[in-house]
């Protein structure tokens, strides 16, 4: 079994800042990717930031410059830091990972379940 647990979601003003973390934990071979997407009300899942298990990043155009991704293999750790945020920035944000839990190569994503930011203006 694999788990993603989330922690650091919250309440903040606009402007201020939150770090998101996303640990996984379990039958965990190796990871490769590792990212971050969020859900707001009434709008589809989409993608916040990557990351591979290198160190490379892609980050949505609306995030660029604000939020950073970064992760520590050592603790298969993966984080968000949010800053500048806007009333825009609310939503639930879900991390996810691709795990082999075998020397097999088959990837597997698997999610968080979830923490809730919310900017208020």
């Known amino acids: 079994q694999v788990q993603l647990v989330e922690s650091g979601g919250g309440l903040v003003q606009a402007g201020g800042s939150l770090r998101l973390s996303c640990a996984a934990s379990?039958?965990?071979?190796?990871?490769?990717?590792m990212g971050w997407y969020r859900q707001a009300p009434g709008k589809q899942r989409e993608l916040v930031a990557g990351?591979?298990?290198?160190?490379?990043?892609i980050n949505s155009p609306s995030v660029k410059g604000r939020f950073a991704i970064s992760r520590d293999n050592a603790k298969n750790t993966v984080y968000l830091q949010l800053n500048s945020l806007t009333p825009e920035d609310t939503a639930v944000y879900y991390c996810?990972?691709?795990?082999?839990?075998?020397?097999?190569?088959?990837?597997?994503?698997?999610w968080g379940q979830g923490t809730q930011v919310t900017v208020s203006s």
């Open positions: 990351i591979s298990s290198g160190g490379s990043t």
């Open positions: 996810y990972a691709d795990i082999r839990t075998t020397p097999l190569p088959t990837w597997t994503r698997y």
């Open positions: 379990g039958s965990i071979f190796s990871i490769s990717d």
